[in-house]
């Protein structure tokens, strides 16, 4: 970190960013921060809405993580590991989608989701959220932007939350301190490059 890099107290504050656009990255970016925050000693959750069928290697790699930094916790306070950096898939993976064709079940499991995100980030039990994918499930009209606006407008003021997904809904942006969007300059699917794992599971 650079020696002239704010630290102090009085400087902290819990931000609220928002990965989006079309481009590949935004899950990733959203996977590097809960990383750095971890490092730092951050209590990292990281909700994925929608995602469920495949196994992604952020699965694997967040359990190792969670144990390497639950362990030395544990020892100096004699108790269970700290749950340090957590990933927990809540959907079922594709969703069908299209006003009516929109199946109960997925809005059952988006509803179930957002529930949970919303205690999780209001509990003050953890640093820094992640809410992976909701930019979908808002965009399909599974959750409401007012519901999610009206919980992040409350959150503790030291908790900070990542929304991930393309077409992140005005209001949101509107709420966010930092908001990036991905450009397309161009993907491996054109070519019909199919998903590579470790670079997109
Ligand atoms: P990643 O998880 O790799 O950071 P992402 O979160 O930006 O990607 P999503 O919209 O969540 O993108 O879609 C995830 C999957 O779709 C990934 O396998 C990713 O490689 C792929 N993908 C992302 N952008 C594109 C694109 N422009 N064209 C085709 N496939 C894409
Ligand atoms: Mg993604």
């Known amino acids: 970190m650079p020696d002239s890099a704010p630290t102090s107290e009085a400087v902290r504050r819990g931000l609220i960013l928002i990965n989006t656009g079309p481009g590949k990255g935004k899950t990733t ?11 730092n000693g951050m209590r990292v959750l990281i909700l994925q809405f929608l995602k469920g069928s495949w196994h992604y290697g952020e699965l694997d790699a967040a359990a190792a993580l969670n144990a390497a ?15 340090n950096f957590v990933i ?21 499991l988006v509803e179930a989701a957002w529930a949970e995100a919303a205690a999780a980030i ?21 959750l409401a932007p007012e519901a999610v606006a009206e919980v992040l407008r409350r959150k503790p003021e030291m908790v900070h939350v990542i929304l991930t997904g393309r ?7 509107e709420l966010a301190d930092t908001v990036t969007e991905m450009r397309e300059v161009k993907h491996a699917y054109q070519r019909g490059i199919l ?7």
């Open 88 to 108: 927990r898939q809540l959907g079922r993976g594709f969703v069908k989608v299209g006003g009516a064709q929109t199946d109960p079940e997925d809005i059952r």
């Open 69 to 83: 930094l639950g362990s030395s916790e544990s020892e100096a306070i004699g108790s269970e590991p700290a749950r």
């Open 195 to 201: 998903a590579q794992r470790g670079i997109e599971f």
């Open 122 to 142: 209001l509990s003050d039990d953890w640093d820094l959220v992640v809410l992976d994918e909701i930019n979908y499930a808002i965009g399909y009209k599974m």
């Open 29 to 39: 970016a959203a996977l590097g921060t809960a990383m750095r925050a971890a490092g």
């Open 167 to 173: 077409n992140a809904h005005p209001l949101l942006v």
